[in-house]
């Protein structure tokens, strides 16, 4: 069935904007700019096999092979003691580490939203078979499918068998759940396989929810619990949890939005890292996106502003005059990766239609949709804008 949620939204926007498809058509005019990169892309995919976390397997893991495993990217050997405890260094990525399964779930999202995206553009539906085939070893076949936790997630040699702050390695499953929603509403899903791929989420919602690194992920104050909130919208409303959905709308409303952004639209918990730019521009993509996810005619996340004047429209009016001219950061450049952002953060795309505001959308149109560095892409879970805004049109 459609995501409740994201109809919903439908409604706002339009009553908001006060234009008719014939004024403007946001599909059409996102898909434009990037309609024959995604068909190339989604044409390669077709003949792709799924790739899922069984293909490779990490003997510093202590979960199995069905068990999601990645290390703690800023933990280090202690040069002064290489066999102990590894150490901290924020911001310096550690090349050494596993990384394998964060790449299959990268390249699962990247194939799920290029070919749905391709599927809303044409029609045809091998693009939506082949998003299926994938979904069926990730999800359903014993022999190659997820276990749904990420217990493993985040580990460091020597301290941890994995960490709360490793559930942000699930936030590229978004965009594959929101192409699952789209195939559902298009009757392209057997009910079978639904059905098993719903029961698949609701575990691993429960385990977002119940478990202590679940919780632990939730009460972080920074983009990890913007992020986590952002995974446990989608999912709730994948397999209609109301419960869950409203419990998000009011962490985002009551919690996120008010304890991590200032009375000027900043991130200071985000400015005060090592890579300032790039984790203020990553944290406004995921708040935007939960307000895509969790709004509803009777929850408007995008109009929401606190009493101090705190709201969505404030944090892009602060990063976008950065986003235009990087060079008049006011801060340190970020320790790595400094010359890869700005990218086509989703947040300006929706910021464009939600406020109306082309010079937004000229930020989205004039950046990288498709960057290739490894941390770049692990930062920027929403690739696919089109599988969004086909529920907004």
Known sequence: MPNSSLVALLFIWTASLSCSKTDIDHFEKTQQVIQEDILKRADKHLSEKPITITAQYSSRSAGGIHDFYSEGDYWWPDSTNLDGPYVRRDGMTNPDNFVAHREAVMRFSELAGNLTSAFL??????????????????FIDEKTKMNPHMLYAQAIKGRVTGRGIGIIDGIHFIEVVQSLIILDKYGKLDDEDIAEIRNWFSEFLMWLTEHPYGIKEMNTKNNHAMCWNMQA????AFTNNEDILNSCRNNFTQTLLPNQMATDGSFPLELART????????????????????????????????????SIRKGLEYMAPYVADKSTWQLEPDVLYWEEWPVAHPSFLVGSFMYNKPDYFELWKSNNHFPEVFEVKRNMPIKSPLIWIDMLN
């Open 121 to 138: 553009m044409t029609k045809e539906d091998k693009y939506a078979d082949a998003v299926i085939r994938h979904c069926q070893a990730w």
């Open 233 to 236: 919208g989608i999912y709730a």
């Open 275 to 310: 890579k300032p730019y790039g984790y203020a521009l990553f944290n406004l993509d995921a708040m935007v996106m939960n307000a895509v996810i969790l709004s509803s005619e009777n929850h408007d996340l995008f109009s929401f502003e606190t009493q101090d004047g705190k």
